[in-house]
């Protein structure tokens, strides 16, 4: 290679370097020139409010007490096998 070659190559070099960086800070931006606006939250309250009526029925079906339809005393007698022999 001759003196002249790599002074070309140098020189290509550098000019892609340099329009590649004003290429991405064209496309990228400077991070300093963007604002961000950030929601705050709310303190939490340590009060309690009493629930809505209508939504909360006090006169309601509790779901994890156990209901029993019907005889269910006689039911399970007869499932059990007597003790006759």
Known sequence: MKNTD???IILIA??????????????????SSESVKVKTVDAISP??????????????????VEVIIGDQAASSSAAQPSSAN
């Open 47 to 64: 009060s309690v409010v009493a629930p809505d009526s209508t939504v909360f029925n006090e006169d309601a079906i509790n779901p994890t």
């Open 14 to 31: 550098s000019l892609s370097m340099l329009v590649a960086y004003f290429v991405a800070d064209a496309v990228i931006g400077k991070p």
């Open 6 to 8: 790599i002074a070309a």
